[in-house]
């Protein structure tokens, strides 16, 4: 999922120095979005294993 959002932010990045801001505005809101399901996730993901008891994997 990382690798989406890296994706659309260097697709942002490279529209902005071209000159095309409104596909490098949806890219960024694009890598924002995912970027920010991916930290939800990883939150809950820690939550529901810290309250399950189960140890961490080595």
Same mark, same amino acid.
């Given at each position: 999922?990382?690798?989406?959002? &890296?994706?659309?932010?260097?697709?942002?990045?490279?529209?902005?120095?071209?000159?095309?801001?409104?596909?490098?505005?949806?890219?960024?809101?694009?890598?924002?979005?995912? #970027? #920010?399901? #991916?930290?939800?996730? &990883?939150?809950?993901?820690?939550?529901?294993?810290?309250?399950?008891?189960?140890?961490?994997?080595?």
């Amino acid at each position: 999922m990382l690798g989406w959002t &890296l994706t659309f932010l260097v697709i942002a990045l490279v529209a902005g120095v071209l000159g095309f801001t409104g596909i490098a505005g949806a890219a960024a809101g694009i890598a924002k979005i995912i #970027f #920010f399901v #991916f930290v939800v996730l &990883l939150l809950i993901s820690l939550v529901s294993r810290a309250l399950s008891g189960k140890p961490p994997r080595p």
